[in-house]
């Protein structure tokens, strides 16, 4: 009798284990062909905007201003706007959404009104962009009179990357083991101590995580700039924040639907997107190369 259960359970698990290792292999599967797709989309988009691009890619383009309409020249002004938008952008919304992120996990009592205080910040990163436009031109522009300048271009992307710059610090800060707090506290240093030196050092990593994913947001970003910053044909560059500036979002929208010359103003669009899509990978790689010296630091 015993014999019969034991070989009868033997050969359960021989097929349990059996479906396990076909769920297993299925899974695997399914896993392994998302990521080969998004892959070709990815090196899709990428190749087209490089070989279509890259034919009038020289010196002059990237640092000469537009000339005849936008017809000739190059994009030396959006290339520093955009520069000037995404980094203002980051300046601002990073230390209020890093502080905003270390109260949230750190010092914020449970409560209703905490709950709804982050359910509202993961709302507000579902907001579409031109809301975010909309009210830095009544906030920005109108109401402080800053204009259409960088400043009020730079102030409405930073509350547009500043959701997911909370989010992102804030689930870096709470991945951070309570072990680690607690034996700070014990050797006698301050909360603020314990978080300075023990909690955000070790959570940096994942802070600059969403830090690139900002960046990459608002470096690409076209319907904010359109209401507070961008300009449609500039000679010069931007002097002071103040300025309205041209912009690389922006300039493709321009020139891909309010050119006359579309046969010249295309390829000068598809230079353009191979210029922002770089500067994004440039920004973002100084990011990356910052996040892993900080891990490297903490091994």
Known sequence: MNENIIASAAIFKKKNNARNKIVQNTGFAILLLCIIITILFLGSIIYFVGVNGIKIMSWEFLTAPPRKAMTAGGIGPAIVGTFYLTIGAILFSLPLGLSCAIYLSEYSPKSIAVNVIRLSINNLAGVPSV??????????????????SILSGSLTLGILVLPGIISASQEALMAIPQSLREASLALGATQWQTIKRIVLPAALPGILTGVILSIGRAAGETAPILFTA?????RGYPDSALSETMALPYHIYALMTEGTHPEKQTMIAYGSALTLLILVLLIS????????????KMV
Not at 230 to 234: G, K, P
């Open 131 to 148: 809301v975010f436009g909309l009210f830095g031109l009544f906030v920005f522009v109108d109401y402080f009179h800053f204009g259409v």
């Open 285 to 296: 790689a100084l990011a990356i190369i910052i996040r892993q010296r900080q891990r490297n």
């Open 230 to 234: 961008a300009t449609f044909y500039a």
